[in-house]
């Protein structure tokens, strides 16, 4: 069992930057998979970026090129840097740890820090 707590999130004009942490409250250096999804009104929750044990990272086409991931193991943290913000990067952002265990995937959420973008 792993607990995660989002910080970061806040109101923020189009073009701007904010940075998402994710503190876990124990190690994640065996995790899996670390991940950031997000989810807008009346839209499914979405992967925004992971990345995996070994450091390989992936970010959704909407995000590539604006959005960092990245993962802290001595602090237990994962980060979201988010540069040139747009209107529709709006939405609640949650931090996702995976953790694999005798061939068995287990999934854990954090609450959620809303984003918001707009001027």
């Known amino acids: 069992q792993v607990q995660l707590v989002e910080s970061g999130g806040g109101l923020v004009q189009p073009g701007g930057s904010l940075r998402l942490s994710c503190s876990a409250s124990?190690?994640?250096?065996?995790?899996?998979?670390m991940a950031w999804f997000r989810q807008a009104p009346g839209k499914q929750r979405e992967l925004v970026a992971g990345?995996?044990?070994?450091?390989?990272?992936t970010y959704s086409d909407s995000v590539k090129g604006r959005f960092t991931i990245s993962r802290d193991n001595a602090a237990n943290s994962v980060y979201l840097e988010m540069n040139s913000l747009k209107p529709e990067d709006t939405a609640v952002y949650y931090c996702?740890?995976?953790?694999?265990?005798?061939?068995?995937?287990?999934?854990?959420w954090g609450q959620g820090t809303q984003v918001t973008v707009s001027s």
């Open positions: 996702k740890a995976v953790h694999r265990e005798f061939g068995r995937f287990f999934d854990f």
């Open positions: 124990r190690s994640i250096s065996s995790m899996f998979l």
């Open positions: 990345i995996s044990t070994g450091g390989p990272t």
